[in-house]
């Protein structure tokens, strides 16, 4: 298995973010697809991407791809298949699916048909009949698309955002994943100064600071694959050790968070102390329209309210309009705003230099972007731009 095709999901709109990742991590040959980024690998990449990935939802092994327009074809294609090279024969292997404008509609049928294809091929392997499935979980997904079937194992297991600092829960969170893309979005870097005005539990700016410090985002958590015998054990620790001695620990940063809220203040500094970086965030209680900052050249990164409901449309528009005034006298900075309500720029009072589509969960919202000017070049080390 020296060469193995790995896909990293993506939410839409995130997938250049998610390739520029993966290039970033030394895989250059990486390919944008919808909803998807696919490149050419080794085992030690599993366990890499893994950890570093910030924007992507999953890293999957691809299995195969095939054209299937009957269950024979299915069932004889993904039979023939090398799936015990991967998955022991105690393994734990269930069969997701979807199916998109295909002959083979019928996901429960696919998922199945694949899940008897994968035994028989196990069959012939390990000489055996039955097998107890209760070793390492391998969740295998069949995707149909237009008839292609694209077949996969999940490396991931839960979800990439959960990155294992967010243990409590507040009104509509914002995916750590998509946090961490407005931020990749952004031109802020970790010598200037960024204030998210709105920032509830905490999100941004603890994705900000982790990003600020190189700190790899799966550093505290575990992975499905971490117990496949496929993938040694000294893989993962060398992964491990290589993101510790890549975090640059003595950076300064200049984060700072905002909201009206107490309670979710508080889940946002708890969060923060989970996830190592509460010394590089300050948290303050205050209204948008109190916003002030003698620093210049800084980002406003923020997901506001949408006003998703009728009755608190007149206040999230009031929000928009005070927003606007409160950033306007901030001259040389930059903002970055989050949001699906379609006159946000009319409510702000500004039009936005460049805008991008991105979806927050379903919800098909506009990443607002507004340049400030670029800041002035520094001559000497530790030089500011307050």
Not at 122 to 151: H, N, S
Not at 260 to 271: S, T
């Amino acid at each position: 298995m020296s060469r193995i095709e790995l896909i990293a999901t993506a939410t839409f709109g995130l997938e250049a973010v998610v390739a520029r990742e993966v290039k970033a991590l030394g895989y250059p040959d990486a390919r944008v697809e919808n909803a998807r980024v696919s490149f050419l690998a080794d085992e030690l990449a599993i366990c890499r991407t893994n950890l570093w990935l910030r924007s992507a939802d999953r890293v999957l092994v691809k299995m195969g791809e095939f054209t299937a327009l009957t269950f024979d074809e299915l069932f004889e294609k993904t039979k023939a298949l090398p799936w015990p090279d991967w998955i022991p024969e105690n393994a734990e292997f269930p069969v997701e699916g979807k199916s998109i404008r295909s002959k083979l509609y019928s996901v429960p049928d696919c998922q199945a048909i694949v899940k008897k294809a994968v035994v028989e091929s196990m069959k012939r392997r390990y000489r055996r009949q039955w097998f107890a499935e209760d070793g390492p979980r391998y969740t295998i997904e069949v995707a149909l698309l237009k008839d292609t079937v694209t077949l996969t194992i999940d490396t991931s297991g839960p979800g990439l955002h959960k990155r294992g600092y967010r243990t409590l829960t507040s009104a509509a969170p914002l995916k750590e994943t998509l946090a961490a893309a407005m931020v990749s979005l952004s031109y802020w870097e970790p010598e200037r100064v960024l204030i998210d005005p709105l920032c509830g539990s905490g999100t941004i700016p603890i994705e900000a600071a982790l990003i600020g410090l190189n700190r790899a985002p799966g550093l505290s958590r575990g992975f499905a694959a971490e117990k496949w015998p496929a993938i040694p054990a000294r893989l993962w620790k060398k992964s491990r050790e290589e993101a510790q001695d890549l975090m640059r620990r003595d950076q300064s940063l200049q984060i700072r968070g905002t909201d009206l809220d107490d309670k979710v203040l508080g889940m946002a500094r708890y969060h923060a102390r989970q996830a190592g970086v509460e010394k590089m965030i300050h948290w303050q209680r205050m209204p948008v329209a109190d916003l002030k900052s003698p620093h210049r050249y800084g980002c406003i990164i923020c997901n506001p309210p949408y006003g998703q409901r009728l009755e608190e449309l007149p206040e999230v528009e009031r929000l928009y309009r005070e927003m606007g005034q409160a950033f306007k006298p901030l001259d040389t900075w930059s903002f970055y705003v989050l949001t699906s309500h379609p006159e946000f720029e009319r409510l702000f009072g500004r039009r936005a230099d460049r805008k991008r589509k991105l979806y927050n969960g379903r919800i098909e919202c506009s990443y607002y972007q507004f340049y400030g000017p670029r800041p002035p070049r520094r001559d000497k080390p530790g030089e500011s731009d307050e």
